[in-house]
């Protein structure tokens, strides 16, 4: 049975049997092309999900705002990282969301006619085609899962230029930021009350739209992700202006792993590498 | 190591001449638990016990050159004697170091990478004991274990269980369904050094070890090493005559008392090649 | 005319070993280039990275972080979580195009006087010959 | 809008030798929101502090910054000065210009001005932000917990009890005496152990001010200094002890026997007992794995097995009717200002050296073991007897360092007591029995203390126990003599001796559970589980956890002198506590924010004090507090904040951020 079919009938079962209030997966989006989320709160309306390569949203991001409600998710591989993630910083009790697994093909760019054939970049250094946490899964997992080596490929090639070079990369990038903040929004792990950028006191970051204050808001939110972030990219997905601030997130995602043999999300148990430490452990070599 | 492995098998001098019924105990026990022992073609001696006296390159050159095969036939490197085992493991700890496995290398012409495990069959049965398939429970056999002074020495190197009260040997006859003895003597000289020289201090040590084993209750003794083996095996008359005390207690190898186990036959097992005859106490123990 | 070059360097001293070490460092009269400006912290856990980061935003050359020996920590654990941190930002801020060589942290012990001015000095040296930052002209 | 005054110090020519004063007021003039700036030759003497609270009053100053010699030198003289003028000590900020400028910088006086300068913006815009800061003065409960019941915890609660505070005492044992009670003879006065324990046993039942809790546990602990509140579970004793009189009548007629751990195993005990006979208190209490009676009710359970007999002797024969079988558990909770752990010591089990025979052999005993043997009141009335044969031992062979400087079986450290006692016992063998030969194998001879080479010399000459120097190799039986293989490493030879009974000095090691206690506690221990003291020398009966004091061989081995002078320490410190009527905390303590907290709780799983804790807010939401009792400020939960829920009061995000930006204004 198609993978579709199976989420469409296990959602519809949740409904009836009233296990959850609203199941959220995606539908085609108006322009016939791409996906959007769906909220779907009657049996009756199932029948539009969809899932295929369009479908790169990560619906965790909505799981905090029904925190005190039972729901049902569609999750690919990523997007479970980021449930137990938010799980492990107590943000979600786990019997309160039904996890819907579903084994990930690899998202596609999504032109304006058609969905472009390419994979997403991302979606090649992949490592998990199967989501780490579900109640159901659908969809037949890979044999196993691939080992890109080196698994940061797009880090690896930034750290080969100079300096210089990645000064000025960073600086014409950051220049054209805008603060609109879609990057924080779009993200799973970005959920503080108040977030540091919109703070006027402390002031951390100038109001004024200046490339050192654009430097200060991309440098911090990447690093307010340090250990966190689960790599699912949705934060580069909506940038306006492509700044390409996965490779903001995998620089530190790789630093966590090589350091602390840490990938956040992969359980809900492990403490993340910033709130513990080993008394033992040789880092003076980094300092 | 699970069933079904296989192993570069090492006899060293003696499992083929005096300790016969080691290596022929042995075979047919792997054989049961479906153990391969491919024996090394063309192995040298291990050098034990004058090599590593003579000349340090020399004590580890000897021993280099069946680690190399061993490592050609991309095989774990199965040991049965303890003085083969202690120079094999001796050899390869100090292989560890670059220069002296380049040195090494030249020395025997041939190149290699140090990479073949050594492990003592103890080791290797050892990890069978969990689903030993004893046909016949050696139950009422009291057993002393003995491990003798190189199985388990130096610590650090092949040190694999406790020096002072090893403990590898205990759990495998437990398996058999006989009772290991806890006694002091597991790891005290033989004097197995001394045998020529000064043939009164081995007989001493060895009878301080075997009275020991009586003291505690064994029936037998069991061994891992074929010089422990004839040590304390042969010289029993002897130590009647020199102290006036009767010993007769039955030394066998480990290999043996598995094999009876197994439901191998006391003649299969060359029960009846040693010195001091076990059978009398197995008929006892209605085990033969 | 052209005046030369002089490093800024912002140093966050725990008050415990690294401050105490300064201080010890003065009362010696062991001298070190005047190119620190030192903010005393309680512990050098305190130090938020945003700071470090906030510092370069600014416009320093420089940023030390200096606490206690691991293992000395007057708080007991402070220290191990700044290793954590910063062994972690450091790389960061070098893959931003900051260079590892302009972000320090250093153990000094409330009795390291001579330590801490040769932690300066070096410091004050290496940024000299890194010379100015670029980077965005417009802050 | 701040009104700033700044005073700058000359420090006689340590700061104006080399700083250029007059520059440094005229920019410090210039400096925004500063309304008054003055100098002065010392501003930490009496003229120089009263200019600056003169200035305070005349131009309403509401913030103060003074560039002077480092804040640890001065900030509390000042903070007084300031505080003087009715100003709140905290809007004070400390510019060290001499330390960290002056005297780092004399070869270039335009740098060092120009530093000078910088560091007063810097303090200028700092100050501009500090907040008024009261310390909290918080109540304390001028009671003492000490946990344990040895010379350490009697020492400890007869010196706060004495100074005229309560004190509980809490023992898990039936009677307190601990370790020492069992011992016979201690090193070197060669005084009777029990003859100077038991009175101050006695002192503890009968002291007005102390509560007994024996046969008890300490279960958790919450709270901080001054109020700390402690569950407290007593065992079920089976016998009331209001009723019970001590008499003895159902320990002398309890037919059921089983080795005394009191007499570790050298003799028996009834299932109803007493450890021994000065026990105190003198009630007995009913073991539940022995008793008859109880197994019988176990078997009625389940009916399985061979009945029991329905024994119930103890409860027929008690004048009083003490015996209770209703008795349950009780968990009691009580408060405290101060904790004292005294938890004590157990001897290492010698189990772990099969060479020895691993405890096969009966006749090889353990130090403990031979203290029993040779105590008057011991199993055997103080006649030193074979356990195997009962016959008297003429060669004894003691082996010293067994579970103590050998880290093949996970002891690297000296125990420290077992030099002493073996030439204690080698003393008194030869008085028991003139014709006993002593033979002591050691590693090193450890006799520092007030004469202890004496006395171990006593042993050597007048009875005449021989010292050899090397480890033991080997023991085993032979007909009924044990045969000790040795070596004599001074003349390099091997040593074979046949001894007809061997000691083995059993080293020590913490009580069985005192990591669980520490960690209850919250206090650290070392890789033994014994307790970690503050600072090793300038600290050593305090913890890390201010209120929390440790007494004796928990913190590592130690004898009967510095055991008892430790209780006492451990006593001074809670009574000066106890000496003062509220507890004031630095205010310098971290904040939550319950509006901008999202409950991650990183502050609870980083702070090293236990201080952050979880907290339901008014909406329900579960978000992070602090303990102000238990912060010390460290602002390690600031900096892991990422929502910027915490600050840290008198290092604020805002101050310490006015320092950096003020540099690039």
Avoid at chain 4, 241 to 267: H, I, L, N
Wanted: net charge negative; charged share 25%; aromatic share 8%.
């Amino acid at each position: 049975m198609e993978a579709i079919e199976r989420i469409r009938d296990k959602a519809r079962e949740l409904l009836e049997s009233q296990a959850v209030e609203c199941v959220i997966g995606y539908e085609r989006a108006t322009d016939n092309v791409g996906a959007r989320p769906l909220f779907a709160y009657e049996p009756g309306e199932v029948a539009r999900f969809i899932f295929d390569q369009t479908c790169h949203h990560n619906l965790t991001r909505y799981l905090r705002d029904k925190k005190d409600r039972t729901v049902a998710v569609v999750a690919k591989p990523c997007d479970s990282r980021a449930i137990n993630m938010l799980i492990n910083e107590k943000q979600l009790e786990r019997e309160r969301v039904f996890i819907i697994g579903v084994v990930c093909p690899g998202m596609v760019e999504v032109g304006w006619s058609r969905p472009s054939q390419e994979l997403q970049p991302l979606c090649r250094y992949c490592r998990q085609h199967t989501p780490v946490v579900y109640d159901f899964l659908a969809g037949e997992p890979p044999a196993e899962e691939p080992e890109p080596s080196p698994p940061y490929p797009d880090v690896a090639e930034m750290e080969g230029k100079s300096v210089a070079e990645r000064r000025a990369f960073w600086s014409q990038h950051f220049e054209r930021c805008i603060r609109c903040y879609a990057c924080r929004q779009a993200c799973p792990g970005c959920y503080c009350t108040e977030c540091f950028v919109d703070r006027l006191d402390p002031l951390w970051v100038g109001i004024r739209i200046a490339p050192g204050e654009n430097e200060m808001w991309n440098t911090i939110r990447a690093y307010h992700l340090a250990g966190r972030c689960i790599d699912c990219g949705a934060c580069q997905q909506v940038c306006p202006v492509n700044i390409p601030l996965m490779l903001l997130n995998r620089k530190l995602g790789k630093e966590v792993e090589e350091l602390f043999d840490f990938q956040a999300g992969l359980d809900a148990e492990t403490p993340p590498p910033l709130v513990t430490f080993k008394k033992e452990e040789k880092l003076e070599a980094d300092l | 190591m699970p069933a079904g492995s296989s192993y570069a098998y090492y006899p060293g001098c003696t499992l083929h001449s005096t300790a016969r019924e080691y290596d022929v105990s042995l075979r047919l026990v792997c054989q049961k638990l479906g153990i391969e022992l491919r024996e090394l073609r063309d192995w040298a001696c291990c050098g034990a016990s004058s090599a590593h006296a003579e000349s340090r390159l020399l004590g580890i050159a000897l021993p280099a050159r069946t680690l190399q095969a061993a490592e050609e036939m991309g095989l774990p490197l199965g040991v049965a004697c303890a003085m083969c085992f202690s120079r094999l493991k001796l050899a390869s700890h100090e292989l560890a170091d670059g220069d002296t496995l380049d040195l090494v290398g030249r020395i025997i012409g041939r190149g290699f990478g140090n990479k073949a495990t050594v492990v003592h069959m103890l080791q290797v049965l050892d990890s069978e004991r969990e689903a030993l398939p004893v046909k016949r429970t050696l139950e009422g056999l009291k057993v002393a274990s003995y491990y003798g002074c190189l199985l388990v020495r130096p610590r650090d190197i092949v040190g694999f269980d406790d020096e002072e009260n090893p403990q590898i040997m205990d759990r495998l006859v437990e398996a058999t369904g006989a009772h290991a003895v806890p006694w002091g003597f597991k790891t005290e000289c033989c004097g197995a050094g001394f045998s020529v020289p000064r043939a009164d201090i081995q007989l001493k040590l060895s009878h301080r070890i075997l009275s020991q084993a009586k003291a505690a209750g064994a029936d037998c003794v069991s061994v891992a090493c074929p010089l422990c083996h004839s040590n304390l095996d042969s010289y029993q008359q002897v130590m009647r005559r020199e102290y006036e005390h009767e010993i007769g207690l039955p030394v066998l190898y480990f290999t043996q008392l598995v094999g009876l186990a197994l439901g191998l036959e006391p003649r299969e097992l060359l029960l009846n090649r040693h010195v001091t005859d076990p059978l009398p106490v197995l008929k006892a123990r209605g085990l033969a | 005319m052209a005046i030369e070059y002089q490093p800024r360097i912002i140093g966050f001293l725990c008050s415990w070993c690294s401050y105490a070490g300064a201080d010890m460092a003065g009362t010696a009269r062991i001298a070190y280039p005047p190119n620190v400006r030192i903010i005393r912290v309680p512990c050098s856990g305190r130090v938020d990275p945003l700071f470090v980061v906030k510092c370069f935003q600014q416009g320093a050359d420089g940023v030390l972080v200096a606490g206690c020996h691991p293992g000395d920590c007057h708080y007991v654990e402070g220290n191990y979580h700044t290793r954590r941190r910063f062994a972690l930002l450091r790389p960061f801020l070098d893959f931003l195009g900051i260079e590892r060589e302009r972000f320090r942290v250093e153990w000094v012990s409330a009795s390291e006087g001579r330590r801490f001015s040769q932690v300066v000095s070096s410091f004050t040296q290496e940024l000299l010959s890194l010379g100015p930052r670029e980077g965005p002209a417009e802050r | 809008m701040a009104r700033i005054g700044v005073f700058l110090c000359h420090c006689g020519t340590n700061i104006a030798g080399t700083v250029n004063i007059p520059r440094l007021l005229e920019a410090a003039q210039r400096m925004p929101m500063v309304v008054y700036a003055a100098e002065s030759k010392f501003s930490c003497s009496e003229p120089g502090q009263a200019s600056i609270r003169a200035a305070i009053a005349e131009e309403r100053l509401g913030r103060v910054v003074i560039a002077c010699c480092s804040p640890r030198m001065h900030e509390n003289t000042f903070r007084k000065a300031v505080a003087g003028a009715g100003l709140n000590p905290y809007l004070l900020e400390i510019a060290n210009v001499r330390e960290q400028c002056s005297w780092v910088h004399g070869f270039d006086k335009e740098a060092a001005t120009a530093k000078a300068i910088e560091l007063v913006r810097m303090a200028v815009a700092k100050v501009a932000r500090h907040e008024p800061l009261s310390p909290q003065v918080m109540g304390l409960t001028k009671r003492a917990l000490i946990i344990g019941g040895g010379i350490a915890g009697i020492q400890a609660a007869l010196d706060i009890a004495n100074a005229g505070h309560e004190v509980v005492l809490v023992e898990r044992e039936p009677s307190i005496g601990g370790r020492m009670a069992q011992l016979d003879k201690t090193f070197p006065t060669l005084d009777c152990s029990a003859c100077i324990l038991t009175p101050k046993m006695v002192d503890i039942a009968q002291h007005p001010k102390i509560t007994l809790l024996s046969y008890a546990q300490v279960e958790g602990v919450e709270g901080f200094i001054g109020n700390f509140r402690v569950r407290i579970r007593k065992k079920a004793r089976y016998v009331n002890e209001e009723r019970c009189t001590g008499c003895g009548t159902c320990w002398q007629k309890c037919p059921e026997k089983t080795p005394s751990e009191f007499d570790s195993d050298m003799g028996q005990r009834t299932a109803i007992y007493i450890p021994f006979l000065q026990a105190v208190p003198n009630k007995p209490v009913i073991d539940t794995a022995h008793c008859r009676y109880i197994k019988y009710l176990e078997w009625s359970q389940e009916k399985e097995g061979k009945k029991p007999p329905e024994c119930r002797i103890c409860e027929k024969l008690c004048p009083t009717g003490a015996i209770d079988w209703e008795q349950q558990d009780e968990v009691i909770e009580e408060e405290f200002g101060a904790i004292v752990v005294a938890t004590g010591y157990q001897t290492f089990d010698p189990a772990a050296y099969a060479e020895y025979g691993g405890g096969a052999y009966p006749d090889v005993i353990t130090g403990l073991q031979m203290e029993r043997l040779m105590s008057a009141s011991g199993p055997t009335g103080g006649e030193v007897i074979r356990p195997s044969d009962g016959a008297h031992p003429k060669t004894v062979v003691f082996v010293s360092c067994v579970g103590s400087r050998d880290e093949h079986k996970g002891r690297s450290y000296c125990s420290k007591v077992c030099c002493m006692y073996m030439a204690k016992h080698a003393i008194m063998l030869r008085e028991h029995d003139p014709e006993v030969q002593s033979y002591i194998f050691y590693i090193d001879i450890r006799a520092g203390g007030k004469d202890y080479e004496e006395f171990v010399r006593r042993a050597q000459e007048e009875a005449g126990a021989i010292y050899l120097r090397g480890r033991i190799s080997k023991i085993y039986p032979e007909e009924d003599k044990l045969i000790v293989l040795g070596e004599d490493s001074l003349i390099g030879r091997p040593v074979e001796i046949a001894a007809d009974l061997v000691v083995l000095a059993t080293g020590i090691e913490p009580s069985a559970g005192a990591d669980e206690l520490a960690r209850e506690l919250n206090i650290s221990y070392d890789s033994y589980n014994f307790m970690v003291e503050a600072h090793p020398k300038l600290r050593p009966v305090e913890t890390q956890t201010d209120g929390i004091y440790l007494a004796g061989a928990c913190i590592g081995p130690r004898d009967i002198p510095e055991t008892v002078a430790q209780g006492s320490a451990a006593a001074a410190k809670a009574v000066a506590l106890f000496s003062q009527d509220s507890i004031t905390t630095d205010p310098m303590t971290a904040l939550v924010d319950p509006l901008k907290c999202v409950g991650c709780l990183v502050c609870v799983e980083v702070c090293p004090f236990n201080a952050a804790e979880a907290q339901l807010a008014r909406d329900g939401r579960t978000i992070a507090a602090i303990n102000e009792g238990l912060c010390k400020g460290c602002g390690l939960c600031v900096a892991a904040c990422r929502p910027g829920a915490i600050n840290l009061r008198g290092f604020t995000d805002q101050q310490l951020l006015a320092e950096v930006t003020e540099l690039w204004r």
